[in-house]
């Protein structure tokens, strides 16, 4: 396998969502390939990274202004009826 | 190398009955379900916009949407799914206005020299975003991704940060799923790529100072 082949698959790797013999494959290369090792380790450390971040969290208080702001809108638009956007 | 664990997702078993109840007039089964998707719809809306006033408007437009047009959710996706289409939708359209000098699309498909594999991989420290305070972190993380054309950046929240399959978010963006998978592969090495300057393995004696 080369290392583009390799690179073309990586997602599908990292997702888990991959057959048997394409896995061991990929495996087979990263084991001797230390380029690829190191890109597919540092990208799934990337998505971790991000998905653990909690970047934008949304403030209870904005929360709840918002929430209440949205619900009586809808309210509104109920007594006006079903037709009204 | 195991692979990544996937976000596991709330139970949808109640969602479709709070559905009914807000088509049958019920705003406090609605507001349960703002409830439960505010923070992601927020966060989608921000990691787009990358401007909080807009963020606000989006998560607010696009619920009042959603309950405008409640009628025309079959079920056939999640309520979810078809929640994140109406919001990435109203983002968009407020990037666009933002920036109306710039045309926004999704099927924006944008070929840069990062997409090929580097010759001289450096790798990472050992748990490198430890070597940063959590505010640096954050705005090492943030400046990364704003860096991304909107099309991947979409494309990596809604399915690493948001955690939707891969088919949710081709069906949330109406996508192809090639094209789903095309754009997060590139946004993936993308970040990795630009995150690496600040993470790189440093030499011994080397050290920053």
Excluded at chain 1, 29 to 43: E, F, G, P, S
């Amino acid at each position: 396998m080369k290392c583009s082949e390799f690179l073309q698959e990586l997602t599908n790797y990292l997702d888990g969502v991959i057959d048997a013999r394409t896995k061991s494959e990929l495996e087979d290369h990263l084991a001797w390939c230390h380029n690829c090792y190191v890109v597919c380790d540092t990208t799934k450390k990337t998505i971790e990274i991000y998905r653990d971040s909690q970047l934008y969290p949304l403030p209870e208080d904005l929360r709840t202004r918002l929430r209440s702001a949205i619900v009586s809108k809808c309210q509104a638009r109920k007594k006006a009826g079903p037709k009204q956007v | 190398m195991s692979a990544i664990q996937q976000k596991v997702s709330e139970p949808v078993s109640d969602e479709l009955a709070l559905v009914q109840a807000a088509k049958g007039g019920d705003v406090g089964a609605f507001e349960e379900l703002v409830r439960r998707y505010d923070r992601n719809v927020f966060r989608i809306a921000q990691h787009i916009t990358q401007n909080r006033e807009d963020a606000e408007d989006v998560v607010q437009d696009a619920f009042l949407k959603a309950y405008s047009n409640l009628e025309q959710f079959q079920g056939q996706s999640k309520f979810y799914t078809w929640l994140v289409r109406i919001a990435v939708n109203e983002a968009l359209m407020k990037l666009r206005r933002r920036r109306p000098e710039r045309m926004v699309s999704l099927d924006e498909d944008v070929k840069t020299d990062e997409d090929s594999l580097p010759r001289e991989v450096a790798d990472w420290s050992p748990n490198p975003e430890q070597q940063y305070s959590q505010a640096e972190l954050r705005e090492i993380l943030t400046r990364t991704i704003q860096g991304l054309p909107p099309s991947f950046r979409t494309v990596f929240v809604l399915r690493d940060v948001e955690g939707l399959s891969t088919e949710e978010t081709a069906d949330a963006l109406e996508l192809s799923i090639p094209a789903v998978k095309s754009r997060l592969l590139r946004a993936r090495l993308q970040l990795r790529d630009r995150l690496s300057r600040y993470f790189q393995k440093r030499e011994s004696g080397d050290g920053k100072q």
